[in-house]
């Protein structure tokens, strides 16, 4: 699987961005989608997962309730909704295609990211 993230951008306090994963190859029935992000001196974290399987969605409770991670079988892509947006959600995010966890190791492919920016 092969995927690549686009979206991402500069944005204001309380901006939003929508982030898009592309994927090609297998197709993303197969895994769950998770989104991560690494700000600069900082270790990745978790963001957001999405199961294909069942829709379940899980959240980091630093994004819960202004994050939304969806998917569209028919494009083969995933999306990750970015609502009020604030300086501490800047970073580099990655989508990542797995199993459906919470921490970087149970996902086995990556996109190579895209930064996101947002400015007080």
């Known amino acids: 699987v092969q995927l690549e993230e686009s979206g991402g951008g500069l944005v204001q306090d309380g901006d939003s961005l929508r982030l898009t994963c592309a994927a090609s190859g297998r197709t993303f029935s197969d895994y769950a989608i998770g989104w991560f992000r690494q700000a600069p001196g900082k270790e990745r974290e978790f963001v957001a997962a999405f199961s294909w399987k069942g829709g379940d969605t899980q959240y980091a409770d630093s994004v819960k309730g202004r994050f939304t991670v969806s998917r569209d079988n028919a494009k083969n892509a995933a999306y990750l909704q970015m609502n009020s947006l604030k300086p501490e959600d800047t970073a580099v995010y990655y989508c990542?295609?797995?199993?459906?966890?919470?921490?970087?190791?149970?996902?086995?492919?990556w996109g190579q990211g895209t930064q996101v920016t947002v400015s007080s």
């Open positions: 990542a295609a797995g199993s459906y966890v919470d921490y970087a190791d149970g996902y086995y492919y």
